[in-house]
Nanobody
């Protein structure tokens, strides 16, 4: 059974940066697509960024393009999300998730099978 553990959330001022990390442990497949999603308070879960199993392709929500970067280190089973120029609208619980490998990133949260418990990001002065 695969487990995902997120870390790196916290309180940051507008314009600041955070790096989120997600480590996959357990019976991890050799290849899997991954994504970062977020759920603001009282709102639905939404895609932040997704990445293919080999890191060759990525996809971002329009709201974070140019500010956030998703990456992965398959040797360490780690998926990261570098978040820059954070805005109050970025405040949410951030979740890491994995799904079967594909040649294109998987944007639909309904396609993901394994989810972490989330890490809270609060952007406020």
């Amino acid at each position: 059974q695969v487990q995902l553990v997120e870390s790196g959330g916290g309180l940051v001022q507008p314009g600041g940066s955070l790096m989120l990390s997600c480590v996959a442990t357990g019976d991890t497949p050799s290849r899997y697509n991954a994504g970062w999603f977020r759920q603001p308070l009282g709102k639905e879960r939404e895609l932040v960024a997704a990445i293919t199993w080999d890191g060759g392709a990525t996809r971002y929500a329009d709201s974070v393009k140019g500010r956030h970067t998703i990456s992965r280190d398959n040797a360490k089973n780690t998926i990261s999300l570098q978040m820059n120029k954070l805005e109050p609208e970025d405040s949410a619980v951030y979740y890491c998730a994995t799904t079967r490998a594909a040649s294109t990133p998987t944007p639909n949260p309904g396609m993901y099978h394994v989810w972490g418990k989330g890490t809270l990001v609060t952007v406020s002065s």
